[in-house]
């Protein structure tokens, strides 16, 4: 039934739901956009990360952003590891088409399996006082577990783009996308400027988790799910542009609260799958690409 | 040897397979069997898009719940033998192959790769909201308990496996000698370069897209009979994806042998491991030892048991 | 129809708001060897890709035997007798020597209506374009076993072989010794002899002056000289845009 307060409403919740997707999808924005490094294996370690939140929250007690945040320096080290093999195993030998996506395909498995094998297929939450707490101006709802991590997500926002565009190092990721001679000449090791971004990348992943979790219930195989999502929102958004990312994330979020509003929620995956299809069909380049 | 030998070598090779089984004369080895068999299918057919081009499908789950699904509907809607069916199924997923390939083939394969894995989704979706086909809950299939010639129902679909699996390795071995496989693999070496030299890369990658997309739905096709009751997460499983990925790149991509190889080996070993541990550990292993082989040994057992090979022929040639 | 085999009437292609080609004119007559130069990022490249569909979205037009290719894709091009070696050489890798040489004689000659090969034929054309230029031995190697002016070589027996009326040879001896760059010029010559119409890209001046009958000049997008190659090399212009630099 269409009334304008719903519609509102689906509006609002969808504008929350798309900074959280594009907290989750800032380390591919990074990784894929900017490195060229194709890491479907990214919601995985999300889910990871959410489950870190978790055994904090659960046996400490820590709030689950806070958990994140301590959870941040491991998932840098992780990034770095991982960068290294693939740098080796697969840069190195000119083997990123075929063996490196297999490689991140086998690595989403591993880590998916791994956390079942650990904590079982039962969903898992959190406890902090504002998850279910809202706040209500009027006939809007604005439950505090959307706005929160959608706070925090487009704090994160600003914090990277202005990593990217004032740092040296920040200015060198940017420029190792396009120029690798020129960052030689500069003295930076394109290797070194790669594995500092991918790091980061995966670091985002802590928090993304930590929302997630915050949000809805997670179980290992929730992952999967946002493969589609991520890469929707990436590539809608343009490749490597972090603005894009995130004006790409609120139209999905929107797009998708509206058809489980409308429609039912078991059409919700499908939105963005559907979105990604015809980006790629239509417009490759993104929204905000030339 | 000309395809026409080749194909006649795998009717013998299957008929003593099956002539084998007969003889143990127990329902497991042809249940077990089936289940290896259906992986050959899916790694060869991975294998002639993924290996031969270089294009990365990781959707094949898709295009096996596809020919799955087009058994329920037609069982409900007008049932027809499984040979039929088998039709019908590659003709479904060989053109939403192509429309597949037509959307994102002239991008670059990253975009390819994240399309598949889109379409699974949607299709998942839009099964899971086809309650005609049983939506979420599933659908049952009653097969029955015997069949004309052969008798036992399980025999049959055995040997339907293994005429699926004769008729994937001889179009796999073809297309490798033909100035098709010539093309495709000019495609994975350089499309630049394959464009500049004639190649038409487009209609090659769009006919491997058709002809992988439509043998994976061959495999799915006779599944809903054997299983009895076809849920949506049971067509859409993990370990069809994971799978006919991992088997190829196992095995080895560069030859029609590898995926066999890797189905067979991998294939064994789930069943081994399904019966002693359990289903989890059975995905992890296989995503352990596709890291694994990616990283250290990227041409598969056949390229390694290749290298070997060259070395003794090297050692024993006078220095 | 003009006796002219290629015809680019003001070719122009855009990058985002960066100008590479800005109305291009150029004729080149069937059986000719034209000579072009520029310094980097003139637009030499760009106009090559334009010129074999590797690029698209270009404006103006481009007539190859009296036909417009605008539309036609690189593959279709190259059947029509146009083919290209590339700057940095793009060899397949997965394949020995005598199979690079294979693709085109498969995909381009044997494509074209109303020609059929044999496999016999086939490998008869393949070892002769790989004895044209001096690859013979090497035929059962792979690329990578190959050194850099071998490499070359076979970059142009590999655009040879597809029978083309226009060789476009990209930059074909960049990083080559004295001697090897005079290997190649005298191999371009060979081949224009044979009645192939060839456009070279080349920053060596000593190559390029020995090459050419004619030398094209573009610098930032645009064509400024087009001429017998000592009074191009005279001009004003030229010498303050290209050599002067």
Known sequence: MFSPELAVNALIAGLLLGGFYAAVTIGISISFGILDIVNIAHPAFIILGSYIAYILNAQLGIDPIIAAIIALPAFYVLGAAIYQVYHVAFEMRGREALSGLAFFFGLLFITEVLLILVFGVDYRYVQASYVDQSINIGFINLPKRMLIPCLISILMFIALQLFLSRTFIGRAIMAVAQDQLALRLMAASPTRIKRIAFAISIATASLAGAFLIIIQPVEPSVGREYIGRVFAICVLGGLGSLPGTIIAAMLLGIAESFTSTFYGPSWAPAVSFGILLLTLAFRPAGLLGR | MRSGIFFLVAVVVAAIVFGCALAINNDYVFFAGYTVLQFIVLATAWNILGGYTGYVNFGSAAFFALGAYSSVFMHKFYPMPIPVLIVIAAVISGLVGLGMGYLTLRLRGAFFAIATLALAVVLQTLIVNWNYVGGSRGAYVVRPATVAFLGNYVHYLFLLMLGLAVIALTVARTIEHSSLGYGFATIRDDELAAEASGVPTLRLKLIATTISGALMGMAGAPFPYYIGYLQPSSAFGLEYAVNSIAMPIIGGTATWLGPLIGAIVLGSLQQYITVTISSSVNVLIVGLLLVIFVVIAPNGIVGLVQSILRRRRYERKPA | MSANLLEVESLGKRFGGFIALDGIDLAVAAGERV??????????????????????????????????????????????????????????????????????????????????????????????????????????????????????????????????????????????????????????????QRGITVILIEHIMRAVMTFSQRLVVLVSGKKIADGKPDEVIRNQEVERAYLGQ
């Open chain 3, 35 to 192: 000579g072009l130069i520029g310094p980097n990022g003139s637009g030499k490249s760009t106009l090559v890709n334009c010129l074999c569909g590797a690029l698209g979205n270009y404006t103006g037009a481009v007539r190859f035997d009296g036909r417009n290719i605008g539309g036609l894709s690189a593959h279709q091009r190259t059947r029509l007798g146009m083919a290209r070696s590339f700057q940095l050489p793009r060899p397949f890798a997965s394949m020995t020597v005598a199979d690079n040489i294979r693709v085109p004689l498969v995909y381009a000659v044997a494509a074209r209506s109303g020609v059929h090969m044999t496999n016999e034929q086939i490998v008869t054309r393949s070892a002769e374009m790989l004895a044209l230029v001096g690859l013979a031995d090497k035929a059962r190697q792979f690329p990578r076993d190959l050194t850099q002016v071998e490499m070359r070589k076979l970059e142009l027996a590999r655009a040879m072989a597809a029978e083309p009326k226009l060789l476009i040879a990209d930059e074909a001896m960049a990083g080559l010794s004295h001697s090897e760059v005079e290997d190649i010029v005298a191999l371009l010559i060979r081949l224009n």
